[in-house]
């Protein structure tokens, strides 16, 4: 049974990827786990601040954060009727972010966490939000990012960006087949490169293994030139019917050219399908 992390804060992009996730967990067996962080910070009387007491903290931020929780329910329920293998359950927290979505992934042993990601207005582009941006390198557990717009459709072309100098762990790689099964999809790996070059020897050794280990599902590799890494990966997507991307976290360097452009810092993307980030587990 899998239990799916939904960290909400109420906004229509978050409930899309609640939506979302909904749908593609629809033939698994999962508990879902609603979260809503709210962050207290001191109140101040006159000159003198000081921290909320337990009841404050109930009136102000817990006891409205629970109403709005079961408002979901609600609406998940009305949305979903037909989902009986999904359970549902509502969490409250006030911590730093970060902190308490470990905590939670610890304590309700997370299989997987969905977050939206969010729109930039005027903009072409997308922005990975802060949140999104710090559960994708502080915390090692898979995360299905949703942009804001995406809906769910069948999937039938998966990428799987990869620079081969790194192999792959086999659950991240029984994971990928799962869902390629799941989903009678193909897979496509897309090696860019900022200048034309032959695979050295590990990179071949570590391709070869993809390739005898997806050998009974239909799938490609695809070897393209471009100065910039993300470039090349969005003029792929766009030239093909690709659902879904894959990226390995132990590949950092290279998908976050992909995420974050050659500056780590930098939030801006322009993906506008979902993506997994793969963790090895207890890596």
């Not at 408002?71 to 911590?95: A, G, V, W």
């Not at 997806?214 to 659902?243: M, P, V, W």
């Not at 976050?256 to 810092?265: A, D, G, M, P, T």
Request: glycine residues 2%; hydrophobic residues 40%.
């Amino acid at each position: 049974m899998k239990n799916i992390l939904l960290p909400t804060d109420f906004s229509e992009n978050s409930w899309n990827a609640i939506k979302y996730a909904i749908r593609f967990f629809e033939t698994s067996t999962c508990h879902f786990h609603l979260l809503h962080v709210d962050r207290l910070s001191y109140m101040v009387a006159g000159d003198i601040p000081y921290t909320a007491t337990e009841n404050v903290i109930e009136e102000v931020y817990t006891k409205p954060a629970k109403v709005r929780l079961r408002k979901i329910l609600k609406q998940i329920s009305k949305t979903f009727p037909e989902h009986k293998n999904h359970k549902f359950h509502t969490h409250t927290d006030y911590n730093f972010f970060i902190e308490s979505i470990k905590n939670f992934v610890d304590d309700k042993d997370i299989d997987c966490i969905v977050m939206g990601t969010k729109g930039a207005s005027g903009l072409s582009q997308y922005l990975i939000g802060t949140n999104t941006n710090d559960v994708i390198k502080k915390i090692k557990c898979t995360l299905l990012a949703v942009p804001e717009n995406a809906d769910f459709k069948k999937i039938n072309e998966i990428a799987l960006p990869t620079d081969f100098l790194s192999g792959c762990d086999p659950e991240i790689l029984e994971f990928i087949a799962k869902i390629l099964k799941r989903y009678k999809a193909s897979l496509r790996i897309v090696h860019v490169n900022k200048k034309k070059a032959e695979l050295n020897k590990e990179q071949q050794i570590n391709k070869n293994i993809l390739e005898a280990y997806f050998a009974k599902y239909e799938h490609s590799f695809h070897f393209l030139t471009n100065n910039k890494i993300e470039e090349g990966i969005q003029c792929f997507i766009d030239s093909r019917d690709i659902n879904m991307i894959f990226m390995v976290a132990k590949n950092l360097n290279y998908f976050q050219q992909i995420l974050f452009h050659s500056n780590v810092e930098d939030l801006s993307y322009h993906l506008e399908i979902p993506f997994f980030v793969l963790h090895e587990k207890n890596k």
